[in-house]
């Protein structure tokens, strides 16, 4: 008998499964934050710009975003205010805790918006009001779009299909980050 695990809370998706769900979750927003960052640069700067801390097309905060908004508030979703909200509010302190973490500990600043348009109640360089509002925002696209979409797709799928899926999205996305550490 398989153990069920009721992240999702109106089914009961085996462990497997759901990490599976999850490695997809993780991939899907770590591609569309590189997406609303190469749009959100190319107004502010005026030219492309590769955005990112991996060689690949998904940014890893983005991608750890995702996954803790499905931790933290999936089951909520009748509720879309209080997904909002927590969202905002768990997002935000990610962005902060990691843009500090890795500036004062490690000497990396990979984004600062003291140097950027639309950054009302900057903090520090590490977050806004402009990011913390995109990031609640997409939180509603991930839960009451994107997460019923995969779920749906996931569930046409063979067991096997989307583990080969995951585990080879999951070992891209891993090699990647840490290709990248080792060569910068």
Not at 77 to 88: D, E, L, M
Not at 107 to 133: A, K, P, Q, V
Request: hydrophobic content about 50%.
């Amino acid at each position: 008998m398989k153990t069920k695990l009721r992240l999702f809370g109106d089914e009961n998706l085996d462990i497997r499964a759901t990490i599976y769900i999850l490695v997809l979750i993780g991939a899907f927003c770590g591609f569309l934050g590189f997406v609303y960052e190469t749009i959100f640069y190319r107004i502010d700067l005026g030219y492309f710009v590769k955005r990112g801390s991996t060689f690949g097309f998904w940014i890893p905060i983005y991608a750890v975003g995702g996954i803790l908004v499905t931790l933290f508030t999936y089951r909520l979703r009748k509720h879309p205010f209080i997904v909002f909200f927590t969202n905002s509010i768990v997002t935000g302190i990610l962005e902060y805790a990691t843009g500090y973490y890795l500036y004062e500990y490690k000497g990396i600043r990979l984004w600062d918006y003291n140097t950027e348009i639309w950054n009302f109640g900057n903090i520090n360089g590490y977050i806004c009001f402009r990011s913390i509002l995109c990031f609640g925002l997409s939180s509603l696209f991930l839960v009451y779009l994107i997460i019923p979409c995969l779920k749906k797709i996931t569930e046409n799928l063979k067991d096997k299909v989307l583990c080969v899926i995951s585990i080879t999205l999951g070992l891209l996305f891993l090699i990647d980050v840490i290709t990248y550490m080792i060569l910068n």
